[in-house]
């Protein structure tokens, strides 16, 4: 009978059952059966159920002796348990035929014996002993012997089924006789046939003591050896599952184990070389090379095949003799590949680029012209510094450009300069090795940079940096490599820097306030984001967008505003750009209501926004209110004359596409003011241009632009 059939319902003698007892139906699914007992006694078989239900321990149990078929499934499923538990001669006959997992016998007392020939002596007759050829008969005839009855009492044993067919006769002569024996099936056969016909019987059964021993012992074995499978387990899953190959040579230079990641690394199948000598002529050189002289080597550098591998070689000893030699090895590339990731989960606190171009708002022309230049910047590794006043969206602009670059799968870090002091500023650009000062780590701590390793930084408000940060900040855009605060080991670094700033960094340059060579490494690509003044026809879509998600936050249905509502915003000149806006536009979601309509709301929102907010915070210079809506009016900054009338050209240009007989028709000058006041800002720009030269002629340049 298969084991899947067994049951645990009372079975017939000579078909095995498990005892799940122990493991009540419904809570949970019983553990394999580790243990099997091959019973020969039906009242031992019910002992045994009640002691693995208190040890909450799972036993098989087969019903049936040597000689009902417990020898045969013994043998035949020996693979499938731990440890096999029997009696008597059963057990005797299983040991003899079994040596893969150990035999336990549960054992007779002398108490056993003296407790069956007590009752035998009783009833006053002669006595016969039947028992199997084992290390029971032995005691039996020594106790017949000191009973006093030693030449009264016959004898009946036997060794096999055609024995035991012959004693069974006999012993059906033997009237008027008391049969000790051991209760088994087959003596409980003889028992219920013959107690009739004049004969008794005195069984001799293991105490309840004795029986619970040899299960306790039994629960030992399976314990020891799950504790030993599951060490086992676990190194081969470490092995199997290490991102190194890993190989082992014993003192033969056999290999013994190859685990899969040597397989992937070495692309060789581990059958192929599993039990084979390194000295074989056909076996790979790869594996020769690796174990080398098998000496002991951390961290050795090995060319094999074109890869550069990373290759430890450990030599195990015991007793003073090499017993193995444990290599293990890494790809170069791989290890890296690790460190990427590392860096990444390192980064999982939100420090992602999350914007792409997409989701940049506005059709302007001077914002298209913008997102234009962005995205062939982002073809490349360059630095780029971009400039614009606060709230125009640089940080933006930032992450669309890190997006659409190949270090999209990279990191990305971005912090603001201008938030930090000096000293914490250092430490976390660079980051502090162990020790560097009281209250580091322990371990030291690794800096942005080290963090934005194959991606991208961006330094935000890189203005406001000292002097001595800006000399480190220049060492690495130029050696590529970073040295931790305190430490004293260099460290390379594949980088890219965005920064951005609200400062006019060239003329911070010329005042002395900036390193100029700094300031044309950060700016080898340079990109200029137009104020919202400068682009009022994106008012519209922002505000769209705004009000919706201002509306969804406030949980108010608010209609999309007018074309007059948008002439409103559009007449104020938003100092603060893009974010006031949104601010402005998420205090007209709050406060509105359906008593007052939403064009007086946003006038007297914005009345008493131009009174709280009606000069520039940055230039302190009065805000010309004007759209481009209005074909008569400009938006210009209040300043010098020649600055002034630069501006206005400039505008009419944009707004005209670049058309100078209509610039010069609508201003009422000719072309060749125009022409002039082109050639103009033509030489600013070849000014701030000579400025990043080198050497004389930047020093020329400087002088030329004193005021």
Known sequence: MSRTSMTTAVVERSHPVTTSEARPSGERRAARSRILFVSICPRVSEQVRRLAKDLDLAIEIFEGGMTKGGLQYAIEHQHDYDVIVSQGGTAAHIESCITSIPVITIKLSITDFLDAFERAIERDRPLALFCVNSEVLPEMERIARFSGRAPDYKLLAYSHKEEFETQYRLAATLRGHTLIGVSCYCVLDMQAQLEGQGIDFALIRPSQQ?????????????ESKGREELKAQRMKSIVDYSAQGIVSIDGQRRVTSFNPAAERILDLRAGAVLSRRLDEKTMPAALRVLHGDGDFQLNQLVKLDGDDLLVNRIPVRANDRLEETIVSFQRVTDIQRLEIKARMQLLSKGL??????EDI???SAALRTAIDRARRFAETSASVLIEGETGTGKELFVQSIHNASDRRDGPFVAINCAALPETLLESELFGYADGAFTGAKRGGKAGLFELAHNGTIFLDEIGEVSPAIQSRLLRVLQEREILRVGGDRVIKVNVRVLSATNKNLYQMVREGQFRDDLFFRLGVLNLRLPPLRERTEDIRPLADRFVRMASETAGKRLDDLSADDIRMLQRYAWPGNVRELEYFLEKLAILADASVRTSDLIGLLLGEHTRDHGRDAVSSRPLLAATDDDDDRLTL????????????????????????VEVARRLGI??????NKMKEADAGARDAQALRADGPFARAAAVRFRP
């Open 352 to 357: 992602v680029a999350k914007h792409r171009f």
């Open 637 to 660: 900054e209040v300043g010098p004359m020649r600055d002034m009338q630069r501006q206005i050209v400039e505008r009419m240009l944009e707004r005209t596409k670049g058309n100078k």
């Open 670 to 675: 000719s072309r060749v003011t125009v022409w």
């Open 361 to 363: 708002v506005g059709t």
């Open 210 to 222: 004795n029986i619970q021993k040899a299960i306790l012992s039994a629960k030992s074995i399976v």
